[in-house]
């Protein structure tokens, strides 16, 4: 399915309207456009309503949020949801502050959002459930992390992606765990919001969300795993060029290798 879509994704060139954080808009921006996606990022609340008009979908990233910004957010989600359009949430570093915290149950509670893309301990943090990390780093937690991302997605009613070695995607009755990519993948900083971008990319082109996330996951796993071929353990930063140019030369067939490691389950 995910090597089909990715044909398909390429053909739509779908429009994803980032709300970025300060820190990896130019690395998200080039990894989409890479990937066939065409990005934009916004810091304008005037131009919301018309950007989300023709975008395909919308991505919510907290890494920076601030008061100052909040009409342009509302905006933006108000937009996407009268144009019945994927928000896809980037709750990082959301166990770290109150007031992230604040910011990501807000949202849940006001706007139908589609996907939550987080680390463990991200989602732990959604979902109540207890986890170590003081930053954007995923950290320890102490219950399976398959079994946090589904009561993740059954609380929030959403798709729920808890990205780590092994990235789980879990709708509410239904977890599907994707394995590869590479250890440099959490080295660079950014991936996991290029990750929560792709997963806006593929909402556009898949017949509903756990497809789009799992595309999403397989394909940057296999980007990774393309580009970490020639490296070592030591690389990030020849590791993060490589993988814009492993994105842009994929072929379907490559991203088969990886659809063979992805499980189910059902609870
Ligand atoms: N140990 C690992 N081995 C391979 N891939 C990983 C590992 N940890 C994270 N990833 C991948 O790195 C990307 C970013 O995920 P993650 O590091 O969990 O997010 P974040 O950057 O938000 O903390 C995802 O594609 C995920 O699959
Ligand atoms: C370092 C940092 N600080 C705020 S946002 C951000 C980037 C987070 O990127 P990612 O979660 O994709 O590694
Ligand atoms: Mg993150």
Not at 58 to 84: M, P, Q, R
Not at 130 to 157: L, M, R, S, V
Not at 195 to 223: G, H, K, N, R
Request: charged content about 15%; overall charge negative; some cysteine.
């Amino acid at each position: 399915m995910a090597t089909s879509l990715l044909s398909q994704l390429r053909q739509a060139h779908p429009l994803v309207v980032n709300y970025a954080n300060f820190v990896t808009p130019g690395f998200v921006a080039n990894g989409l456009n890479a990937l066939g996606a065409s990005p934009i990022m916004t810091s304008a609340a005037d131009e919301a309503t018309d950007l989300m008009a023709v975008a395909d979908a919308l991505v919510i990233n907290l890494g920076t949020i601030n008061e100052s910004d909040k009409e342009l957010v509302l905006t933006l989600a108000d937009a996407a949801a009268a144009n019945n359009r994927p928000i896809v949430l980037d709750p990082v570093a959301v166990g770290a502050t109150a007031y992230r915290m604040r910011w990501a149950r807000q949202l849940l509670a006001d706007y139908a959002i589609s996907v939550i893309r987080g680390n463990a301990s991200e989602i732990a943090a959604l979902s109540g459930a207890a986890a170590n990390a003081k930053g954007i780093d995923a950290g320890e937690t102490a219950e399976d992390p398959a079994i946090i991302a589904a009561h993740c997605a059954t609380q929030y009613d959403c798709t729920v992606v808890l990205s780590g070695a092994t990235d789980i995607v879990a709708t509410p009755g239904r977890v599907v765990k994707v394995t590869g990519g590479s250890e440099l993948l959490p080295a660079v900083v950014g991936s996991g919001d290029l990750l929560s971008s792709f997963i806006a990319a593929f909402s556009a082109v898949a017949p509903d969300l756990q497809t789009a996330a799992i595309a999403a996951c397989s394909v940057m796993d296999a980007a990774a795993e393309f580009a970490a071929e020639d490296l070592n353990q030591r690389q990030p930063g020849t590791f993060a060029a490589v993988l814009m140019d492993a994105l842009t030369a994929l072929t379907p067939e490559r991203v088969a290798t990886i659809i063979d490691t992805v499980e189910e389950f059902h609870d």
